[in-house]
């Protein structure tokens, strides 16, 4: 399946956490090309967003605030898995995810929010509805 997991830079001090969410360095030449940033919010537990693919787009997640599960299918083989992205943890978790893996995330705190980078703007062909059971 077309996904992985890594950690990202976290500095910390008294005042608080830096993250450095992406780097260019950790962008293969495929990517180079500036896509999108935006963020997408969890307003309640147990909120769902997703459940759809892409054709095309490869996109990069990382947990802002709060705890979601995000549960990925590759559309061609239904080989699935379950993970877990938790703001509060030591280590900052960025999830990627290639084209042809339907992702779904549910929110499992009260208030969740993830910031994401995708390799291009985002155009409705390219997106596919798809329920993860």
Request: charged residues 30%.
């Given at each position: 399946?077309n996904?992985?997991?890594?950690?990202?830079?976290?500095?910390?001090?008294?005042?608080?956490?830096?993250i450095?969410?992406?780097?260019?360095?950790?962008?293969?030449?495929?990517?180079?090309?500036?896509?999108?940033?935006?963020?997408?919010?969890?307003?309640?537990?147990g909120?769902?967003?997703?459940?759809?693919?892409?054709?095309?787009?490869?996109?990069?997640?990382?947990?802002?605030?709060?705890?979601?599960?995000?549960?990925?299918?590759?559309?061609?083989?239904k080989?699935?898995?379950?993970?877990?992205?938790?703001?509060?943890?030591?280590?900052?978790?960025?999830?990627?995810?290639?084209?042809?893996?339907?992702?779904?995330?549910?929110?499992?705190?009260?208030?969740?929010?993830?910031?994401?980078?995708?390799?291009?703007?985002?155009?409705?062909?390219?997106?596919?509805?798809?329920?993860?059971?």
């Amino acid at each position: 399946m077309n996904y992985r997991i890594s950690q990202f830079e976290k500095h910390s001090d008294h005042r608080g956490d830096l993250i450095v969410f992406l780097k260019n360095s950790e962008l293969g030449n495929n990517f180079k090309q500036f896509g999108q940033i935006y963020f997408v919010t969890f307003e309640k537990k147990g909120t769902v967003r997703g459940n759809h693919y892409h054709n095309k787009w490869h996109e990069w997640f990382g947990i802002v605030a709060g705890e979601i599960e995000v549960t990925l299918e590759d559309v061609k083989t239904k080989e699935k898995v379950s993970l877990i992205l938790d703001a509060k943890k030591n280590k900052y978790m960025r999830l990627e995810i290639g084209p042809y893996v339907a992702h779904t995330f549910r929110s499992i705190s009260e208030y969740a929010a993830l910031i994401n980078y995708a390799d291009s703007e985002w155009y409705s062909d390219d997106t596919v509805h798809y329920k993860i059971d």
